[in-house]
Each structure stands twice: as C-alpha cells, then as structure tokens.
C-alpha cells in the first residue's frame, strides 16, 4: 500500500463544484464517485448533472437531503447519468428533464465499502474514490490543516453530509490524513478539500461509504 495516493493525480477527479444554497451535497457525493469510477474504467473524465439527480431522483429529497445509495439505485432505474453540460446545476428544486437517450454513463450497481480505514486505503487504491457520510460540525469552521476533532464535538452518530474521499498521505507532522473532496465551492477549504484524520473514525468518516459498481 502506497504512503500517499490521489486521484487527483490520476484525472479521475473533476474541478471542486458548489452546491450552493441546497442540500444537495448528496448528490455531489454520488456524482463525484461515478466520475471516478468511470475515468478509472474508460479512461476519460466527463463531469456528471448532480441537477438530474435533485430533480429527477424520487428516492431522495433534492435540496432537503438524500443519500448517496438511493441515488446510485435512482440513476440505475432512470437509465443513467447525464452530464453537467447537457443537464447543468441550478442549485434549486426544478422540474426533471431526464432524457434516458442524453445519458452518457451508466452504473450497474452499488457496494458499501469497508469502515476499516486500513481496508478503505486499499479499495480506494484499487477501486477509486469513495462516497461517504461525515459528521460536518468541524467543517463549518475548517480553514486548513489535518481536521482531528474530539468525539465530543463531532459525533460518528449524527452523519448530516456527504462528500467524497479522493486520497490520503501524511501530513509533515506525520499526522495520517484522508483527503476529501467537498461541494462548497473552491475557496472553501484547502482548494475546495478537506483534510481529515485518518485511522479512528474521525466524524464517522467511515461509517457510510459506498460506491456504484460499473461492468
Ligand atoms: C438538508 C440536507 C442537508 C444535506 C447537506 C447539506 S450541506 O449544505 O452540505 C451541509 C451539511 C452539514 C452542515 C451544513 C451544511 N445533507 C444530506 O443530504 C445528508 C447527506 C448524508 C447523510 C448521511 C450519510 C450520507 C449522506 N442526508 C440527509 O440529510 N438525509 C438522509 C436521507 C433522508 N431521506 C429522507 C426521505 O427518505 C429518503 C431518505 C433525508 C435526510
């Protein structure tokens, strides 16, 4: 297992993309997994509609809040995902528009992932970035560094956003950390990203990962 590894180095990454005022950091968690998974398959990177997913995903609640796995299983109904160009975000609840012939990536299905962060290295390195639920109390005031708050202030047992792990390394204070990619925008952060202690459970960040599975 590497020291390091980023998928960012890897083009299997789109730029950090901005909800804006909805809660829909779900379905930037499950397109942000999709893209990856696809680059890593196909070879190339197409940036995916999370507006499809808001709009059209019946299983969740758009900008009130969904999850990752309903929307893995909602895009598999409706026959895939468009992309970000042809189905673009308004950052609001809108009428679907899904257009099965306009979509250009289909998954065949979807796998929870391991919560043993050891494990979770080894299938990101093998499999590709990975969806997860996190506890988002110590993002509201993030700024830099390896984010290690106490169970206290970040509770693994209120997991209220989803985002995306795309790597992990150790920081030059030999502190371990995940690299994860957010949707509130690039100046948010360390360039959009949040680092986050690997190795306890920091946030239960590793309580609800998942991942779509593509033939
Ligand atoms: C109102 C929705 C807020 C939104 C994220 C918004 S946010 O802007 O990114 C943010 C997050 C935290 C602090 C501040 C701001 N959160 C969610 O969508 C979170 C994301 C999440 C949680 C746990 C595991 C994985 C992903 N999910 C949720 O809020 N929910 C999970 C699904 C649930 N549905 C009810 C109807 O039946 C289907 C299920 C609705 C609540």
Same mark, same amino acid.
């Given at each position: ?9 890897k ?7 901005d909800?804006?005022q909805?809660g829909?950091c ?5 397109t942000?997994?999709?893209e990856g ?10 940036s ?6 808001v ?6 609640n ?5 999850? @990752?796995? *309903?929307?893995y299983?909602a895009a598999?109904?409706m $026959?895939g ?6 189905? &673009? ?5 809108a ?10 990536v289909?998954?065949?299905g ?10 979770m290295?080894?299938?990101l390195v ?7 639920g ?5 993002m509201?005031l993030?700024?830099g560094?390896?984010s290690h708050?106490w169970?206290?202030v970040?509770? @693994?047992? *209120?997991?209220?956003?989803?985002v995306?792990i795309? $790597?992990?390394?150790?920081?030059n204070?030999?502190k &371990?950390y995940w ?9 948010w ?8 202690y690997r ?7 590793n ?9």
């Open positions: 297992l590497p020291d390091a590894f980023d998928w960012r180095n083009s299997a990454v789109t730029h950090v993309k909800q804006g909805c829909s779900w379905a930037f968690s499950t942000g997994n999709v998974v696809y680059a890593i398959k196909k070879g190339e990177l197409i995916l509609s999370e507006q499809e997913l709009d059209c995903d019946k299983l969740d758009g900008c009130g809040g969904g999850l @990752p796995s *309903n929307a299983q598999m109904d $026959g995902f468009e992309t970000e160009e042809d189905y &673009p975000y308004k950052g609001r609840d009428t679907c528009t899904f257009k099965k012939p306009a979509a250009k289909q998954i065949s979807w796998v929870n992932v391991t919560s043993d962060e050891t494990d290295a080894k299938w093998k499999e590709g970035p990975i969806s997860i996190i506890n988002a109390n110590a509201m993030y700024v560094g390896v708050p169970k206290a970040c509770s @693994p047992k *209120n997991l209220d956003h989803g995306l795309v $790597g992990y390394g150790t920081d204070k030999n &371990p690299a994860v990619k957010n949707s509130w925008g690039p100046h952060g360390v360039k959009g990203y949040y680092l986050v190795g306890d459970g920091t946030c239960g960040l309580l609800m990962c998942t991942s779509a599975t593509m033939a």
